[in-house]
């Protein structure tokens, strides 16, 4: 069965970065969409940013130039730099994938990321 295992997550101070990563298995990266979404206490899941199997990425509009997503096909990963981290940014942090040759949406379990101000 189709899994994504999200990594990287942690305790940092305001300022700092981390590098989150999915891994997934029984999945193509390079076909797929990758959704980095986000999800604080008491609010919404929200989406963070995306890459399409063609390279186009989408930001929200808040982590605009300072997180960036990658994929890395051989390894079937996509990463999520985050850096100049905010309080704001902590959350859960979880990836979605959606393959082209399937309808339907894989998620992972999520990873914790607290910033400490």
């Known amino acids: 069965q189709v899994q994504l295992v999200e990594s990287g997550g942690g305790l940092v101070q305001a300022g700092g970065s981390l590098r989150l990563s999915c891994a997934g298995s029984?999945?193509?990266?390079?076909?797929?969409?990758i959704g980095w979404y986000r999800q604080a206490p008491g609010k919404k899941r929200e989406l963070v940013a995306q890459?399409?199997?063609?390279?186009?990425?989408e930001y929200l509009e808040s982590v605009k130039g300072r997180f960036t997503i990658s994929r890395d096909n051989a390894k079937n990963t996509v990463y999520l730099q985050m850096d100049s981290l905010q309080s704001e940014d902590t959350a859960v942090y979880y990836c979605?994938?959606?393959?082209?040759?399937?309808?339907?949406?894989?998620w992972g379990q999520g990873t914790q990321v607290t910033v400490s101000s």
């Open positions: 029984r999945i193509i990266f390079s076909v797929s969409t």
């Open positions: 890459l399409t199997s063609g390279g186009t990425t």
């Open positions: 979605k994938a959606t393959p082209q040759y399937v309808v339907r949406d894989y």
